[in-house]
């Protein structure tokens, strides 16, 4: 079935540090995908998404392209900030074979620290 | 983008009770609605798939007698957790979609069963 695997947390970084989020994926249709993040306590808020190959999605300075050849979706940002500290979900939805359920990867905690 | 209220945001409850979460879409129509379970610093989990006007799709381990989804309208669907046990407190999430656009999350409900 339909899977996402992302790096594992958590990611510590210090202020103004480039991050990357690896997120890779496997999918018998063609997805479409998602980041989301999560800070304490709260729901899900959609980041960026991407719908076809080539696609780059982009959010508050975050940005991830959909790699069909590598199955990646790979999140990134050039200088982080404390306030991005928060656990982010890669997510992929299968439109056309996944029944329209969204399936998350585990998630990867950041701090960013001053 | 699109917005899903759940209710309530917390609730308490002692064991042997019932309790019944909220999803509404706010302003769309979701002609289907999925429940999440997720666990202290993990992903989500998803529960169930539920379309308007049929019975829920339950993922395989998720007992249907124990977690009822009704999803009676195109903007509402409940989930009723009855004769909770301490071991169903969890953060509980909802999201609803429209047929073949992104899907939209609830800010998910803390359930505490003492």
């Known amino acids: 079935g339909d899977s996402v695997t992302q790096m594992e947390g958590p990611v510590t970084l210090s202020e103004e540090a480039f991050l990357t989020i690896n997120c890779t994926y496997t999918a018998t249709g063609y997805p479409s995908l998602f980041w989301y993040v999560q800070y304490p306590g709260e729901g899900l808020q959609l980041l960026l998404k991407a719908t076809k190959a080539d696609d780059k999605g982009s959010n508050k300075g975050f940005e991830a392209t959909y790699r069909k050849e590598t199955t990646s979706f790979h999140l990134e940002k050039g200088s982080v900030q404390v306030s991005d500290s928060a656990v982010y979900f890669c997510a992929l939805r299968d439109f056309n074979t996944g029944g329209f359920k969204t399936i998350f990867g585990a998630g990867t905690r950041l701090f960013v620290k001053a | 983008g699109a917005v899903v209220s759940q209710h309530p945001s917390w609730v308490i409850c002692k064991s042997g009770t019932s309790v019944k979460i909220e999803c509404r879409s706010l302003?769309?129509?979701?002609?289907?609605m999925f429940w999440y379970r997720q666990f202290p610093k993990q992903s989500l989990m998803l529960m169930a798939t539920?379309?308007?006007?049929?019975?829920?799709?339950?993922e395989q381990g998720v007992e249907k007698d124990k977690f009822l989804i009704n999803h009676a309208s195109l903007t509402l669907s409940t989930l009723t957790v009855t004769s909770a046990h301490p071991e169903d407190s969890s953060f509980y999430i909802c999201?609803?979609?429209?047929?073949?656009?992104?899907?939209?999350f609830g800010q998910g409900t803390r359930l505490t069963v003492v």
């Open positions: 539920s379309n308007e006007g049929s019975k829920a799709t339950y």
């Open positions: 302003d769309f129509q979701a002609t289907t």
């Open positions: 999201s609803a979609a429209a047929t073949d656009t992104e899907a939209f």
